[in-house]
Nanobody, 124 residues
Framework: QVQLVESGGGLVQAGGSLRLSCAAS????????MGWFRQAPGKEREFAAA????????VYADSVKGRFTISRDNAKNTVYLQMNSLQPEDTAVYYC?????????????????WGQGTQVTVSS
């Protein structure tokens, strides 16, 4: 069992930056690939970024590529999402998730543990 707790969300102006953190419980954190998803009001939850078990491989949705950076610190059981050049369309609840895989995956069905989400609001 893995419990995930996100933090770092908030209100930011367009062009600004935020750093999300996701703290994981348990001693098996390094066994999981980790991902960030987001869900805007009235829309489906969508993939944003993922990182493999050791942090050496990452993948991004086209909509965030070049602006967002995912990373992880296995010693701290934490995964991060650095978000730069934020735009109003990035407004959403952001969820951290863990997949029982070592490699990155964009498939929402591969993720078995989810956090409660953190709100990110970008004003124009």
């Amino acid at each position: 069992q893995v419990q995930l707790v996100e933090s770092g969300g908030g209100l930011v102006q367009a062009g600004g930056s935020l750093r999300l953190s996701c703290a994981a419980s348990g001693r098996t954190f390094r066994s999981y690939a980790m991902g960030w998803f987001r869900q805007a009001p009235g829309k489906e939850r969508e993939f944003a970024a993922a990182v493999n078990w050791n942090g050496y491989s990452t993948v991004y949705a086209d909509s965030v590529k070049g602006r967002f950076t995912i990373s992880r610190d296995n010693a701290k059981n934490t995964v991060y999402l650095q978000m730069n050049s934020l735009q109003p369309e990035d407004t959403a609840v952001y969820y951290c998730a863990a997949a029982r895989l070592h490699s990155t995956t964009q498939n929402r069905n591969d993720y078995v543990y989810w956090g409660q989400g953190t709100q990110v609001t970008v004003s124009s």
